[in-house]
Nanobody, 124 residues
Framework: QVRLVESGGGSVQSGGSLRLSCAAS????????MAWFRQAPGKEREGVSVFCSDGRTYYTDSVKGRFAISRDNAKNTLDLQMNSLKSEDTAIYYC??????????????????WGQGIQVIVSS
């Protein structure tokens, strides 16, 4: 059974940094995408960043230049380095994974494996 577990969330002041990590157990697909989504209070869940097995990475416009996604195949983890954090980055962050390289990278319907989510709070 595939399981995703997020870690690294917490509270930070505006301008600070956090590093999220997603540990994937039982996830052994060769062709896949893994992603970070987030849901802010009162808003819909949105895609933040995606890593696919072809080496391509994707970022939503609001985090470009501030966030960096990376994948460690040996450890089977997906990390999200978040720098220059803003109050609008406050949200619950979810790790998600697919069983193939998805076409619509930021559509949550493309991903069938999800973590429980982890809170990130950025105070101004």
């Amino acid at each position: 059974q595939v399981r995703l577990v997020e870690s690294g969330g917490g509270s930070v002041q505006s301008g600070g940094s956090l590093r999220l990590s997603c540990a994937a157990s039982g996830y052994t697909y060769v062709n896949y995408c893994m992603a970070w989504f987030r849901q802010a209070p009162g808003k819909e869940r949105e895609g933040v960043s995606v890593f696919c097995s072809d080496g391509r990475t994707y970022y939503t416009d609001s985090v470009k230049g501030r966030f960096a996604i990376s994948r460690d195949n040996a450890k089977n983890t997906l990390d999200l380095q978040m720098n220059s954090l803003k109050s609008e980055d406050t949200a619950i962050y979810y790790c998600a994974a697919s069983e193939y390289i998805v076409g619509r990278k930021f559509r949550e319907e493309e991903y069938n494996i999800w973590g429980q989510g982890i809170q990130v709070i950025v105070s101004s």
